[in-house]
Every structure is written in C-alpha cells, then in structure tokens.
C-alpha cells in the first residue's frame, strides 16, 4: 500500500506541520515498493547509458530521470526530450535554452548527453543524486494531490538552489524564476502580482518582480533567498495569499482582506 502525506491542514498552518514532519513523511513514503522498483532499476542500468538515443528508449529510466525534474508529463514525448538531450545547453539556439521552462535546461545539463563531453551519468555518485531528487519530488506530487499550494510551497528549496546553481548574474536569475512554472508561481502570488503579468514584456516583468521584491522582503537579490529565514517568509506569504485569494474566490466576504491585512506583522 501507498504511504499518503498526512496532511491535516492547509493554508500556512499545514506548511508548519509538514515541514516539522517532512523528514519523516519522506522518509516513509520513499520505502513504498513502486519508488523503491523504480530507484533500483536506475541505479542498477543507469550508468550503461551513454547517449539520448539510449535514454528515451527505457521507459523506466526516463520515468525517474524526468520525474527528478518535474517533468513526469512528457515521459511519453520521446522525440521532444532526445532533443533536448542531444542538443544539450553550451549553445544559446539549443531548444532547452529557447524554452520558457528553465527545468528543462536543468535536466539537459545534469545529465550531459550532447556528446560533447562524457556523459554524467556514468560519473560516480550521478545516480544517487538523481535518485534523491526523485523521491523529493515524487512526495512533492502525492502532496500535490491534497493540497497544491503546499507541494510549490514545498519546492521553493531545491527550486532556488538549481536557478543559482546555473546562473550566474542576477537579472539571470530572476529570469529563470520567470521561465520556472513552480518558482514563477510562489514568487507570483508572495508578490501580490496577478496572473496578468506573465502577459506583458519580459524585461517588464523583471522590473516588476525586482523592485516588488526589493519593497516586501528588502532584496532584489536572488540569492538572498537561499537563507532559510528569508525562505520561509517567502512561502509565508505565498500561502496566505494563496489561502486569501481562494476564500475569496467562493465567498467574496471581508476575511481574504483580513488575512492579506495581517501579513504586514511579518515584517
């Protein structure tokens, strides 16, 4: 039997009781026989891999390469995703690099398939990492079939430590948080900013979130939010938000605007 997350609240008060139980939720949930069939079958035949070609013709293989990334959706896009291996990230025409999504960038560079270079996934420890992301993020999904909001709320660590792990400038940062559906959708709603604002120019779009970050959280520095403190008001406020927008969805009553009110104690 599948271990389902506990979850007995939502809103910022079921963040509190996850992430004071998380270690052990994920813990448990990554000893159920379907995680454990699949993680073992990577790390037995992943370091036999050596091309895209190779890759995408195991379908127990992609299942956990592309789920390490969020990306379980295209396990059957098999063309889409050999070319996005194959073409890799060093050149700035590479379909991973012309795509909005930045995961996709992430997941081309970790595994090293362009053959440019001998592949990562022969390299020593590839495999355990990639194995570690995948539990992380298959938990993260069986959150996400409870409550949405705590499954981004959830991914806003490792999200933050892959846009600084690949990017070196600060306005490179931000846009790569722009073109990341999860980060985008955190920063989004803890920003107050509408869903509107994906629609207008990119580089608007930046100033927008910079100086909106600068203003709420006194930083327009990405890095910044790889503090644990600054972290956690982030995802604060991005759940009540979250939790204010969707009371008033349904009852259009004066608690959202109570609930949005009250954040000012947090700073």
Do not use: C, H
Request: charged share 20%.
């Amino acid at each position: 039997m599948t271990f389902q997350p506990i979850l007995p609240n939502t809103g910022y008060s079921g963040w509190i009781f996850l992430d004071r139980t998380m270690e052990t939720q994920q813990e448990t949930f990554s000893k159920g026989q379907a995680i454990v069939r699949d993680t073992d079958y990577f790390a037995q035949n992943i370091g036999a891999i050596s091309t895209a070609e190779e890759l995408v013709d195991d379908p127990r293989l992609l299942r956990v390469a592309l789920g390490a990334y969020g990306l379980d959706d295209d396990v059957n896009s098999q063309f889409f995703i050999r070319k996005i291996l194959e073409e890799g990230t060093t050149s700035d025409d590479a379909l991973a690099n012309r795509l909005s999504d930045s995961r996709y960038a992430d997941f081309s560079a970790a595994f090293g398939l362009d053959g440019q270079t001998p592949p990562t996934t022969q390299t020593s420890g590839f495999a355990e990492n990639i194995i570690a992301r995948y539990e992380v993020r298959q938990f993260q999904q069986a959150v996400g079939e409870q409550d949405n909001d705590l499954r981004l709320a959830m991914s806003v660590q490792d999200g933050v430590s892959d846009i600084l792990a690949n990017n070196t400038t600060s306005d490179g940062q931000w846009y790569s948080i722009l073109g990341n559906a999860p980060m985008r959708s955190v920063f989004q709603t803890a920003l107050g900013l509408p869903e509107s604002s994906s629609s207008i120019d990119l580089e608007r779009q930046l100033e927008i979130f910079q100086t909106r970050a600068e203003s709420m959280f006194g930083t327009d520095e990405l890095a910044d939010f790889a503090e644990p403190e600054l972290q956690e008001k982030l995802i604060r406020m991005f759940l009540i938000r979250s939790e204010a927008a969707n009371i008033a969805s349904f009852s259009g009553s004066s608690t959202a605007l109570t609930l949005l009110q009250s954040t000012s104690s947090f700073y």
